[in-house]
């Protein structure tokens, strides 16, 4: 999977990664639904660092169409509910 942290750049994360992914999505967008700032800093935090780990970054010069885009790690509560779907950002 293919997944874009925004002012950042592509990173590509096996399949294997994603469950997980996916786990730390739902415990963001539990934080986002109680408007909880600090469980959402946490969060954010969790996902964008494991993200990093999994993956391998692209090169700068390499794009390729990304399947999941992640918030940047200085988003706040407001800009993310206009950035959270209904499935959360990372697909399953």
Not at 46 to 51: I, P, T, V
Request: aromatic share 2%.
């Amino acid at each position: 999977m293919i997944i874009r942290i925004m002012g950042e750049g592509q990173f590509e994360v096996p399949d294997a990664g994603v469950d997980e992914l996916n786990q730390l999505d739902t415990l963001l967008e539990a934080a986002i639904a109680a408007d909880d700032e600090p469980a959402f800093r946490a969060a954010l935090a969790s996902l964008l660092d494991r993200a990093r780990e999994l993956g391998v970054r692209l090169a700068d010069d390499v794009l390729v169409p990304s399947e999941a885009v992640l918030p940047a790690a200085d988003i706040d509560l407001a800009q993310i509910h206009e950035l959270l779907g209904d499935q959360g950002l990372i697909p399953g």
